[in-house]
């Protein structure tokens, strides 16, 4: 009889805690991703020549620098704002799957490191909603990681980390990143 | 006997369970908030003329911008810093309950867009501490989620989703946004 | 019999548990930290003369103001570009064990007042990786709080609070900052 009464409070427990730990998808003591997705963007930087085709544009920069040139001095101070089209490859004429939107500040002097602050704005049949993400970007590095800080829509909530590789560049005008986005909390 | 023991096991591992989840208020299985408010905040963009009244100000442009007009194209480029009440209620007038702090940065040619960098900061009797938030904001959809990225104070470690909502705007001078915001980590 | 049953369920439960609540190391009931650093960062600002030691740079103003000196109004408006060096004591002559990269952007009239975003980059023998924040930054007030948004490396998917205090400030082109980080979401 006790056998019985203890065996329906293992049952209840349990059901207690399908809810109580219900909750965003962790697999974190093997940190172990919950959604990776692979995406490409683009950023055509505006040189007072290319208006049309241009995704970016300088809007902030020291003393010494000016709108239409990034800066010397491994472009410190440069603040540059972007709409760039993203692409599932790495072609920049593939239809774009979403915009990456913000701004990246160029804050080294020595070296090329930038602080980015943007958002992945996706809106098909396919993904519909926004990744947010903030870090810095050591650009010389193979590849950098930057954090995704949260999500709407499609990515709800999201956290985890955004591995940054430049895919490819033309002389200060033209770049391409593979972002390689893993989400470690998935609600 | 041998039942009696496992009752105690139940016993020990539902209080050991009271512990180890203790831990932030998560109701994510079925998405309900831990916690709604809904605020109004009230932005007047410098112009050259009202000096008295503004709160925010254009500290960036591209260069073909300048800093006492938004510029042209959607303002793609400008940047601009802003310190603006809150209200509980949609009057202007209505009794400051914090302040909202932070830049905006329109980020798109073809039509309005901006990226949200900013936060609440509340000192007062009713709330203390502040709520960050970050995120994309496609100006003309009638409402944008943008991310609760943390929180201190009485919004200790804080997560969630804001939605924004253009309530009034004058001309290129005055706007007001009734930000609903819907946490779903609370600490 | 049933007695041993239940006992093998209450086991089977408990390792179903161990495993389902290995996730991130959460001591929140308490708010007790699960990582608690101290790190001091110096920031001198580039004034026109001092281009050698300078480690950030105004590069955006209101209307009323220059990229050489921080503006009236407390700054009002004025947007700086950092890269300063990061010590575990309070000499900016000590070894720099990271650099604390991002902006800093002053945005009240009234009194000193800033959004921050910004990164601790470390890569040392003792941390590789990078911790995230951003928040206000009533510079006037004794102790601050901001947010860790998040972190990579050794201190990947962090989440917390970083106290700031100005622990020393020498006219407008030198100030350090002590920092309290305390993280309450460790992997």
Redesign the interface.
């Known amino acids: 009889m006790?056998?019985?009464?203890?065996?329906l409070?293992?049952f209840l427990?349990?059901s207690f805690?399908s809810?109580?730990?219900?909750?965003?998808t962790?697999k974190?003591?093997t940190?172990k991703p919950c959604k990776s997705m692979v995406f490409y963007f683009h950023d055509i930087i505006?040189n007072?020549h290319n208006a049309k085709n241009a995704t970016s544009?300088?809007?902030?920069?020291?003393?010494w620098?000016?709108?239409?040139i990034l800066t010397g001095q491994n472009h410190?101070?440069?603040?540059v704002?972007?709409?760039d089209p993203i692409t599932l490859d790495n072609n920049l004429h593939s239809k774009p799957v979403g915009?990456a939107?913000?701004?990246y500040?160029?804050?080294?002097?020595d070296i090329f490191?930038a602080?980015l602050?943007?958002?992945f704005?996706f809106n098909s049949t396919q993904h519909k909603?926004?990744i947010?993400f903030?870090?810095?970007d050591?650009l010389m590095n193979k590849t950098r990681?930057?954090?995704?800080?949260?999500?709407?829509?499609d990515f709800?909530?999201a956290?985890?980390?955004a591995t940054l590789m430049t895919d490819a560049f033309e002389g200060e005008v033209y770049f391409r990143l593979r972002t390689d986005i893993n989400l470690?909390?998935c609600?």
Chains 1, 2, 3 share one sequence.
């Open positions: 006790e056998a019985k009464r203890s065996l409070a293992i427990l349990l805690l809810i109580s730990t219900a909750a965003p962790r974190t003591g940190r505006y007072g544009a300088i809007v902030g920069s020291p003393q620098g000016n709108k239409t410190f101070g440069d603040l704002v972007f709409d915009r939107q913000g701004f500040i160029y804050d080294k002097k490191t602080w602050g943007f958002s704005v909603g926004s947010n903030a870090g810095a050591p990681d930057i954090s995704v800080i949260g999500g709407t829509g709800f909530m956290r985890g980390v470690f909390e609600w």
